[in-house]
């Protein structure tokens, strides 16, 4: 292991002490059971060896046989409250630690999700969701082996190592000077298995994480993938990398096979070493060598278990690195500390030479200069790539602009929390997200606390309260995972219920959200976005020349610039891109324009 791991690893244990810290007092309560554990466990070969060196050999019956049984009586006695006191330091020990462990691991977990919440767009575009999933769930469990059984039983079983050793040493201590010859071998040995190990345990990280990311898009995408035939090459990609992650545990497995093979070797050489030691040195004492013997097997015992511990530390080591890289991951910026808070916008919107990238040197949006007056209906149209969606995200405040500013009723937007700032915001999508959970529920996410009649209000307003009568529980009809069980444009019209609820000054529509139903239910939705578009600002990213044509303002994007801006009638006298953009839609042409 190089410096740098090493180095490494001890940043992460030190984030994890971090965690483990409130719960110090019962950590000193375990190491006491622990120290009390070992001690127990250590001294059970001392009376063995008092047992046979005073009561069991030739030399003992001189005491008389009355005198010898009662002497092996009280040992026995002392062996039995020996191995009680065992078993009861080792079960409490066991239980507390697994306590503080589950206690550390709720902990934990609560931060890495309240972390993931706080994570810049940019940062969880990047990161992926299937990712994110791994370092919230797989990670985090492998962190629980980590606690549990890594550190607190690496501990417990070095300790009973160093026991056993100080004992070996008060017992003869040229027998014990023999016995340490083996342990250099031994350790050698031993790091040059686990140096390999943790290499294969990080690659295993690797594998599976892009496993985990690759399943996530497959079954999000299973629908996209079956209508564009591209199961059986998305088969093979599974394949392939479900074979990486075969290969790199088979990597795994293999060092660790060396382990036991390792210790059952040593220990036998350690057997012979103490025999012969023992014929040289210390040939009458019988009790010394079998008291030696239990001491080897309380040594290699340890060993055993470290082997198993040690591939749990590797890979809890390994999940730790990308957990805490995680957690140190930047936020996004703070809020001011003194934020302006308006009870009521009027809507009043201005782009000041916005200029904005998601990479360096790839601008998305260059000079952005526009002004939307309160309760103007705004068409946003342009080719896919023109930057329509960034200019709704950086209105949300998704991202903020690299250069000018932009401003609501004259505040600039970064004036304001973020969550105060979306209060006065509602996002219409073309496809929007249902959660788990009733229809009330869903209606009531932008407004918690929203009594059912308010509820159901908003749902009359927007054409939604029909079909939600139908269902088997009315408003409290589970929808299940993403509202499976509506149809696109029953989702629209929940989604339309919601915004309705939440009552924003300003509205932003992502896509037309009649671009994919029936024209039945077109003329619902349409209604629906009516009633909800009535009064407010509202911004449209629009397809439609039916759409387009009536907006009181319209705004040209080509390559992140402004080209063009008016009315309709206005762009069409003067003859330009947006001319030629109508002319194609007329023709029922595609366009990349």
């Given at each position: 292991m190089t410096e740098a791991s090493q180095i490494r690893d001890r940043h992460y244990l030190r984030c994890l002490w971090a965690f483990a810290k409130p719960y110090r007092r019962w950590l000193g309560a375990g190491l006491v059971l622990l120290i009390l554990q070992v001690i127990s466990t250590n001294a059970f070969p001392l009376i063995v060896k008092?047992?046979?060196?005073a009561f069991l050999l030739s030399d003992a019956e001189s005491l008389g046989e009355q005198a010898r049984l009662q002497g092996l009586r009280e040992l026995c006695m002392w062996l039995f409250a020996l191995a009680g006191g065992m078993f009861v330091f080792r079960v409490s020990h066991a239980y507390l630690m697994t306590w503080v462990g589950q206690q550390v691991l709720r902990d934990l977990r609560v931060t890495v999700f309240r972390k993931v919440l706080s994570l810049p767009m940019h940062r969880i575009d990047q990161l992926q969701v299937g990712r994110l999933m791994t370092r919230a769930t797989s990670d985090l469990d492998a962190l629980q082996e980590l606690i549990r059984n890594g550190l607190i039983g690496l501990l417990a079983n070095l300790l009973l190592l160093v026991g056993a050793m100080v004992f070996i040493w008060i017992l003869e201590w040229r027998l014990a000077l023999a016995l340490y010859g083996v342990f250099p071998i031994l350790g050698g040995l031993l790091y040059w298995v686990t140096r390999n190990s943790r290499?294969?345990?990080?690659?295993?990280?690797?594998?599976?994480?892009?496993?985990?990311?690759?399943?996530q898009e497959t079954l999000s995408g299973l629908f996209t993938l079956r209508v564009f035939n591209q199961r059986e090459p998305m088969r093979e990609r599974l394949h392939s990398q479900s074979d990486a992650v075969r290969a790199a545990r088979a990597t795994v497995a293999d060092w660790s096979t060396w382990h036991f093979p390792i210790l059952e070797i040593t220990r036998a050489l350690a057997t012979v070493v103490l025999v012969l030691s023992c014929g040289i040195w210390a040939p009458e004492q019988v009790g010394s060598l079998v008291a030696f013997l239990y001491y080897i097997r309380y040594f290699f015992r340890p060993l055993e278990e470290l082997a198993e511990q040690s591939q749990q530390l590797q890979g809890g080591l390994a999940s730790a690195e990308r957990v805490f890289d995680l957690l140190d991951e930047e936020d996004v910026s703070p809020d001011p500390e003194h934020p302006v808070i308006l009870s009521h916008v009027k809507g009043d919107i201005r782009f000041r030479d916005v200029e904005f990238a998601y990479e360096v040197d790839n601008p998305v949006l260059r000079k952005m200069d526009f002004h939307i007056q309160p309760g103007q209906f705004v068409a946003v149209v342009g080719a896919t790539g023109a930057g329509k969606s960034t200019l709704f995200s950086l209105?949300?405040?998704?991202?903020?602009?690299?250069?000018?500013?932009?401003?609501?009723?004259?505040?600039?937007?970064?004036?304001?929390?973020?969550?105060?700032?979306?209060?006065?915001?509602?996002?219409?999508?073309?496809?929007?997200?249902?959660?788990?959970?009733?229809?009330?529920?869903?209606?009531?996410?932008?407004?918690?606390?929203?009594?059912?009649?308010?509820?159901e209000r908003a749902a009359r307003r927007v054409n939604a309260h029909g079909f939600i009568e139908k269902l088997a529980d009315g408003y409290q009809t589970d929808l299940g995972e993403g509202g499976y069980r509506l149809s696109t444009g029953q989702k629209q019209l929940i989604a339309l219920a919601?915004?309705?609820?939440?009552?924003?000054?300003?509205?932003?529509?992502?896509?037309?959200?009649?671009?994919?139903?029936?024209?039945?239910?077109?003329?619902?939705?349409?209604?629906?976005?009516?009633?909800?578009?009535?009064?407010?600002t509202c911004l449209a990213i629009a397809h439609r020349l039916s759409t387009i044509q009536h907006a009181d303002l319209i705004l040209v994007l080509r390559h992140g610039r402004l080209l063009e801006q008016g009315t309709h009638a206005q762009l069409l006298q003067s003859d330009g891109y947006y001319r030629s953009l109508v002319e194609a839609m007329r023709m029922g042409l595609q366009t990349s324009i």
């Open positions: 008092r047992a046979i060196d290499k294969a345990q990080r690659s295993t990280r690797t594998a599976v994480s892009a496993l985990n990311s690759s399943t209105l949300c405040r998704f991202y903020d602009p690299q250069q000018g500013a932009i401003e609501l009723d004259g505040v600039k937007l970064q004036d304001f929390t973020r969550e105060d700032l979306r209060r006065h915001l509602g996002l219409v999508q073309q496809d929007p997200m249902l959660f788990s959970g009733t229809v009330a529920d869903n209606i009531g996410l932008g407004r918690p606390g929203a009594d059912p009649i308010a509820i919601r915004i309705l609820l939440q009552d924003p000054e300003v509205l932003l529509m992502l896509d037309e959200a009649t671009a994919s139903v029936d024209s039945e239910t077109e003329q619902m939705i349409q209604r629906g976005l009516d009633e909800v578009r009535h009064g407010r």
